[in-house]
């Protein structure tokens, strides 16, 4: 099965998805209420919305680099179900998904301090979730989750800092040549962070590592409490409390917001250790985890060559996230 923007821009594609998703709703009763439509198209993937008995319908297919994303719902339904979206369908032949409509993102749901509160109310479910898969992390690396475990990240460290160097071409600025060797100097500094992380409370689980608003619903007229976690083509086995990473971003880089929701994503992992000791924790994986986003936008990234059609912003994304390593605090760059 061909991926990729081309391929998934085609009207082969669609019409191909189009039939899956008929054969999917037949065989439970339903049908489509209208057309098919793709509705996004990046490097990473694609995703195909359809009206239908049943509510709308989602396809989702992965990039190469990330059709783990299919390999690993019947863990996360298995440890908790009433916090994901269950797929409707796998075809693990041509790497789709089909999920149900589970709501509106609270990003398109609310904003200012509602869409702060509203996903203050969901961190301890996200929580709790993790807490369930803390388990399943060697599962979920055999099944192609990226470990990002601490004692992993020195030598993860060396590999995003290659990478990105292998991409840097006769029209990179000296500015970027400059920033990266910035960020290389910082290596035994952050090798210290990472042994020091090793000893931290609570063991490595799923890290969603892309947590913010798009990436969290209630469903209609469902409250917080119901919160359901999705999009997980960007997970990573790692030390839980890096994916207070995106915080940043959900509280438009307030402290006191920040703080707010980080307390209450800790607040299931109380019996852990003392607040201070959680507080720290956060910092150190949150630190570390910095390399594990540059690197997942590295792999995002591979299908962009010099020439593509691309937002610079998705180009610089890599180098971007890996100079998050020179900020004092955990919630600068991500």
Not at 14 to 36: F, H, K, M, Q, Y
Not at 66 to 92: C, K, M, N, Q, S
Not at 143 to 168: K, L, T, Y
């Amino acid at each position: 099965m061909q991926r990729g923007v081309g391929a998934w821009s085609s009207p082969a594609f669609l019409d191909a998805a189009t039939a899956w998703i008929d054969a999917v709703l037949a065989g439970r009763g339903g049908e489509r209420a209208g057309p098919a439509e793709l509705t996004r198209v990046r490097h990473w993937g694609a995703i195909v919305r359809a009206p239908s008995s049943e509510g709308a319908v989602w396809l989702k297919a992965p990039a190469e680099a990330t059709l783990f994303e299919l390999g690993i719902y019947d863990v996360l339904a298995a440890a908790a179900p009433e916090r994901i979206l269950e797929p409707l369908a796998i075809d693990h032949e041509r790497g789709w998904v089909l999920l149900p409509d589970g709501g509106e993102p609270v990003g398109e749901r609310l904003s200012g301090e509602e869409r702060v509160a509203a996903m203050v109310a969901a961190m301890p479910r996200y929580a709790e979730l993790q807490l369930a898969l803390i388990p399943h992390a060697e599962e979920l690396v055999a099944r192609g989750v990226d470990d990002m475990r601490a004692a992993r990240m020195p030598a993860r460290f060396e590999q995003a800092i290659d990478a990105i160097r292998e991409r840097f071409g006769p029209e990179t600025p000296d500015s970027d040549r400059g920033w990266l060797e910035r960020i290389e100097a910082e290596r035994d500094r952050y090798v210290a962070l990472c042994r020091e992380l090793e000893q931290a409370p609570v063991s490595a689980s799923l890290d969603h590592n892309d947590l913010h608003y798009e990436n969290v619903i209630f469903g209609p007229g469902a409250a917080a409490a119901d919160a359901r976690f999705f999009d997980w083509g960007d997970a990573v086995v790692a030390h839980p409390f890096s994916s207070l990473l995106m915080v940043s971003f959900n509280a438009a880089d307030d402290p006191a917001r920040i703080e707010h929701l980080r307390d209450a994503y800790l607040e299931p992992f109380s019996s852990y250790g003392t607040h201070a000791e959680l507080v720290a924790a956060v910092e150190l994986a949150c630190r570390v985890g910095k390399v594990a986003r540059a690197l997942t936008w590295l792999r995002a990234t591979t299908a962009i060559r010099p020439g593509d059609d691309t937002r610079d912003y998705f180009r610089r994304a890599p180098l971007e996230s890996l100079s998050g390593v020179l900020d004092a605090e955990w919630f600068g760059r991500t």
